[in-house]
């Protein structure tokens, strides 16, 4: 349980079973354990490899769309080879029994949904849609796409020529209005929350939790490094999400 104690894992259990609109938020270290790099971590966060401005911003895509691709490739290639882990499969047990709501997540590799959770709001998008940024076409089979770029090409519209792009959220852009307001409104609802493999530290997501803090919710977290919400959060679990999650869901089947 990694230096945990079993009565902190029980008492994140209570406060799951006494929830009324339990929403999780996640970030990259939900998805490490299946694989896929996280961001910042130091030695193998892709931003300590990549300067995220010359790769994956707006400009870089408009303007070196070759080397943009060249950046996504191998992430995309680790994203479709990765299997969701068990706390992706706890997070849809527990919104398969009606307890969890939602998830909001700053992952873009779609692991949630392919564990059979439903309710996702992707606060930055997926790499498994694609469209048209010219004439905006959308209805773009993302199979196509992901082979063209596997194969080292760079994906065209079959519309108007241009340049396909994932549909995740660059630097320099905002985003999406849609995905921030449902989360928000999550968040307004939720009197638990679980913060799961967040450091908390990219902006504006991470100030979501913190809202939801000065609503009233209580705050669980499951986090290998610390945060900024520490000090007002309920429970602190240091764990590996993928035993620490799981955990905690068995305690909550020995309370219900």
Wanted: aromatic share 6%.
């Amino acid at each position: 349980m990694s230096g945990t104690s079993h009565n902190e894992y029980l008492a994140a259990a209570r406060l799951i079973a006494q929830s009324r609109h339990m929403v999780a938020f996640t970030g990259a270290g939900i998805s490490t354990p299946s694989g896929i790099p996280d961001f910042r971590s130091a030695g193998t966060g892709l931003w300590r490899k990549n300067d995220p401005m010359l790769v994956a911003s707006a400009t870089a895509f408009h303007h070196h769309p070759q080397r943009f691709y060249d950046w996504l490739r191998p992430l995309l290639l680790t994203s479709q080879h990765a299997l969701p882990n068990p706390a992706h499969m706890a997070l849809a047990e527990l919104e398969c029994s009606g307890i969890l709501k939602t998830v909001i997540t700053q992952n873009i590799d779609g692991l949630h949904q392919r564990a059979g959770s439903k309710l996702v709001i992707e606060l930055h998008g997926s790499m498994q849609r694609f469209y048209c940024p010219v004439c905006h076409e959308n209805s773009v089979n993302p199979d196509d796409v992901i082979a063209t770029i596997l194969a080292e090409s760079i994906p065209k519209c079959k519309q108007c020529g241009s340049v396909i792009r994932p549909d995740i959220t660059l630097f320099e852009e905002g985003l999406p209005v849609d995905a921030w307001q449902q989360a928000e409104r999550e968040i307004n609802n939720a009197d638990l929350l679980l913060v799961a493999g967040s450091s908390l530290e990219v902006i504006p997501a991470s100030s979501l939790p913190y809202e939801a803090y000065r609503n009233g919710c209580r705050i669980i977290i499951v986090n290998l490094s610390s945060t900024y919400l520490d000090l007002h959060a309920d429970v602190i679990l240091r764990a590996d999400v993928a035993a620490g999650i799981p955990q905690i869901v068995q305690e909550l089947k020995r309370l219900m």
